[in-house]
């Protein structure tokens, strides 16, 4: 992760797409951590949602696409109904997933795994992984 910040590593077309994708002012954020501290996922995120709208916020792209926070909210809102600004955090997530995928960034590779997991992985989580974590 990037110690500092400059106008190169700050990615404009990153921060408007995330924008119009989500349709938030994410640009809001002050900063506070509230959503962090509710995110169930946090355990399995590499980054808090704090962090990852702190990141978006200055454009840096290529981070946000290395860490997995895109992959692994729930989409649960629980962070949402908590943010002091009024922010749908996922709506943001969820707009760096879809921008990730757009960079032909899979998050399983279908390839990669072995048959016994596919034998033994229920349809419908296959059908969801693949939807979810593949471009
Ligand atoms: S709760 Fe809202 S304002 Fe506070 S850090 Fe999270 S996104 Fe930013
Ligand atoms: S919506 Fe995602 S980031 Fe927000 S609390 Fe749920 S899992 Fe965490």
Do not use: Y
């Amino acid at each position: 992760m990037p110690s500092t910040i400059t106008k190169r590593s700050i990615d404009m077309d990153f921060i408007e797409k995330v924008g119009t994708i989500s349709g938030e002012a994410f640009k809001t954020c002050m900063q506070c951590g509230t959503c962090s501290t509710v995110c169930p996922m946090q355990e399995s995120t590499e980054v808090t949602p704090r962090k990852i709208i702190h990141l978006a916020q200055w454009g840096i792209f290529s981070t946000v696409m290395s860490v997995n926070m895109a992959w692994m909210c729930a989409s649960c809102h629980t962070c949402a109904v908590r943010c002091p600004r009024g922010i749908d955090i996922p709506k943001v997530v969820e707009a760096i997933r879809l921008l990730t995928l757009r960079k032909n960034k899979n998050f399983v590779e279908p390839f990669e795994i072995v048959k016994e997991q596919i034998e033994e992985m229920p349809q419908a989580a296959m059908v969801s992984t693949f939807r979810k974590h593949t471009a």
